[in-house]
């Protein structure tokens, strides 16, 4: 078969073979990832502040590697086959987003309190990683996206190709974050000024609060 090496118990790919479906795995990861989330607001928020980037940017890149691994060997259709555990996750999202919600909502009327930080002492480290993780793994449509859909998807390519194409699903991820992260630091100069922050926090705030109300609806 063209592509396939004639080993039946450990089937592998060609590298030109190969390369197709990883780079399918790539640009299908971006498309779902970049766009504006919970998850996404708050890398670029720690990146604007420069607070804990590294860690926040690792931990979500490394969250979605993991569920996309999870998805790959059958947690997609163990999650499809549960139903309650989808309305838990949705409700717990809801409530969480809602709550940030309220917070980035109070920051934009106190704007004098929003600086971009250059040494990290807003929040501490622990506290970060523990908001990443809520915004990574308290929101279904990450589990959807990841397990669900990448996961099928990369089931589909074969015993051999489905490692490609986490693999490509994965990079593009790191890709991502590590953009949003690091190069939220060009716009320093304009998060200067306290109408940016303002702007910035009501706009996270009328985000975090939609879909929380989809969430629950």
Known sequence: MSGWQADR??????????????????????????????????VLRQGLRREHVGTVVLFCAVADAVLIAAGVLGMAQALGESPRLAQALALAGAVFLAFYGWQAL????RASSLQAAAGGSGLRRGAAIAQAAAFTLLNPHVYLDTVLLLGSLAAAQGEAGRWWFAAGAG???????TALGAG??????????????????????????????LLLT
């Open 9 to 42: 118990m450990t089937p592998t790919l060609s590298t030109a073979t190969a390369f197709p479906v990883f780079l399918h795995g790539l640009v299908l990861s971006l498309g779902l990832i970049v766009a504006i989330g919970a998850q996404n607001a708050f």
């Open 106 to 109: 109070r920051r934009a009327q």
């Open 171 to 177: 990079l593009g991820s790191i890709a991502w974050f």
């Open 184 to 213: 939220a630091r060009f716009l320093t100069s304009l998060f200067r000024r306290r109408t940016a922050w303002r702007v910035l926090d009501a706009g996270i705030a009328v985000v975090m609060v939609t879909l929380a109300v």
